[in-house]
């Protein structure tokens, strides 16, 4: 069914060229309570004042201190229930495996579903878990394989609830808060990280672990009740929901064809394979200094999350001194020389300030990226795509603490932190270099410049396949062929099965764009998923196009 490019909708609010010799006014100059509004928005703390975010960070800053809360319990009722030091240690990754396993799952779930009830049903899943944890404990039937399975249980919820929250945090601030409502999450992390051991400790010394696992179920109920005020709208697409095996599979497409995106996966990836090195040979690092014992160890933790804290309320002023691949080279650097000196650090008076920079850095660079990786996906792949950043943190870290703890093994420890710190910045150069994201930002807004066509489709009908012809001169084709592989890349983003470009054999000018879709309603969906760069983008495809008409566009169906 031939059908030329729709027209691009006339812009509106859009001033037309100035007339000849008309002098054009320059703007007049921001008021004084302009300017100060404008500070007030890239405040760090500017996020807080937006009612819904503040209590969807209150409820997050609850959960987070919970599953820290929940790991401290287990890890220590494990340690009564046998000696076995693989069981105590599977502990840690029976709570941080569901993360890696089923982050691209819960991603397209966030995707597909209301992700306000999508929300709250994973703070109940918390609370159910907390509960059954809770009742086997009085009870006495709590056995080492329970507990891990349990322990797995909360970490699925842990799984699901991430992804999600990422996801609609573009939804609560301003753009331009984006980077200072990121760092709040951090600092929301971090805090939690200090609070909710603490908090757990003296609960297990003065009345035992059943009652960290009651108390982390009535925080779970109250943040879903919390989360439950928050009056989101959804909006479901009249083309039905996704199947999920297909919202995975345009998941990964996505992150795989995004340039920016592989740029932000390689560097959160490099730089937690070789910074966990610090945090997975602490204990050993405190224990080894002057005086350590678990006092020490609790104060490095304790130090290293204060200066996260410190670093994200500093973030706006260091993300206008530098650019953000300049910021994200020197924290990782503070990172890798504060790995260093802990390496050789001979007491506390050295470690706890080398721990506050070795946060900052943390920190600082963790944000840098996640800000990269936001503004790199459009709303209707965004928790897909953040689950993907989250996965690869996470196998990162596994994969980094595996590492360094075998070469500590074999070595020593100092010495597996010192390889640690300089293979980092060795890494994070070469990474810097060669996967660097030299594209130019997308402007990832939505758009519906283009018209879906209307046809009556069966619902049985099979792939379809659509051909777009240019006409160009021959003369520009390695210019309109490069330009072709950046339309691959828009395609199979959008969700497309597979892309071709061919060429006419007898007539040289002549190229045919073919695309395929696995259903006329996922061909629809393309329509949805266009943003104002594939619009762009278009429109520098088409000024190649030498025919009087548009490029003509051709739709087909693949029939069984």
Not at 61 to 81: E, K, P, Y
Not at 440 to 452: F, G, I, Q, V
Request: net charge positive.
């Amino acid at each position: 069914m031939p059908s030329p490019f729709p027209s691009d909708p006339p812009r509106q609010g859009v001033p037309g060229p100035t007339p000849s010799g008309a002098e054009e006014a320059p703007p007049p100059p921001p008021s004084a309570e302009a300017e100060a509004a404008q500070r007030a928005s890239l405040s760090p703390l500017a996020p807080l004042t937006v009612p819904v975010f503040r209590m969807l960070w209150l409820a997050s800053l609850v959960a987070n201190t919970c599953m820290w809360m929940n790991d401290v319990a287990a890890a220590w009722l494990m340690t009564s229930l046998t000696t076995s030091p693989i069981l105590v240690a599977l502990v840690q990754s029976a709570s941080t495996l569901p993360v890696f396993l089923l982050g691209l799952p819960s991603g397209a779930l966030a995707d597909i579903l209301d992700r306000r009830r999508y929300l709250i049903a994973t703070q109940f899943w918390v609370a159910m878990v907390a509960v059954v944890l809770c009742v086997a404990t009085l009870m006495g039937g709590v056995t080492a394989p329970l507990l891990l399975a349990l322990t797995f249980a909360n970490g699925v919820g842990l799984a699901m609830r991430m992804p999600v929250f990422a996801a609609v945090v573009p939804e609560l601030v301003h753009r331009v808060q984006l980077p200072a409502a990121l760092a709040l999450n951090g600092v929301a992390m971090n805090a939690s990280r200090i609070v909710g051991p603490l908090v757990a400790g003296g609960i297990i010394a003065s009345l035992g672990s059943v009652w960290v696992f009651m108390l982390n179920a009535v925080l779970s109920v109250l943040s879903a009740l919390v989360i439950m005020r928050w009056r989101r709208v959804h909006e479901p697409s009249p083309l039905g929901r996704e199947r999920l095996p297909s919202a995975m599979r345009v998941g990964l497409q996505f992150v795989r064809q995004s340039p920016r995106m592989r740029a932000v996966l390689w560097r959160i990836s490099v730089f937690f394979l070789h910074a966990t090195a610090l945090m997975a040979l602490l204990p050993l690092l405190a224990r080894g200094l002057a005086g350590g014992d678990a006092g020490t160890f609790t104060l490095l933790l304790a130090s290293m999350g204060g200066g996260a804290i410190v670093a994200a309320l500093l973030l706006p002023r260091l993300r206008q001194a530098m650019p953000r691949d300049l910021l994200v080279q020197r924290s990782a650097l503070v990172q890798a020389a504060a790995m260093a000196v802990m390496a050789v650090a001979p007491n506390v008076w050295v470690a706890v300030p080398t721990m506050v920079l070795a946060g900052m850095g943390w920190i600082t660079v963790a944000n840098s990226l996640s800000v990269s990786a936001q503004q790199a996906l459009p709303n209707w792949v965004r928790a897909r795509g953040m689950s993907a950043f989250q996965m690869s943190l996470m196998g990162a870290t596994a994969l980094g603490a595996a590492l360094w703890g075998q070469v500590a093994t074999l070595t020593s420890v100092p010495l597996s932190l010192a390889l640690a710190a300089l293979s980092s910045v060795v890494a994070m150069a070469l990474v810097q270099r060669w996967v660097g994201d030299r594209h130019l930002e997308e402007d990832m807004s939505p758009s519906r410049a283009w018209t879906p066509p209307v046809a009556q489709v069966p619902a049985e009908a099979g792939h379809v396949v659509v051909t777009i012809e240019y006409l160009i001169d021959p003369a520009r084709t390695a210019e309109f062929v490069a330009l072709m592989q950046e339309s691959r890349r828009s395609r199979l983003r959008q969700g497309a099965l597979s892309w071709q470009l061919l060429h006419d054999v007898a007539d040289p000018a002549r190229y045919v764009e073919h695309i395929e879709d696995e259903s006329w309603t996922e061909h629809l969906r393309r329509f949805d998923r266009v943003t104002a760069s594939d619009v762009a983008l278009r429109e520098r495809k088409v000024a190649f196009h030498r025919g009087d008409a548009p490029p003509l566009v051709s739709r087909y169906m693949v029939q069984r």
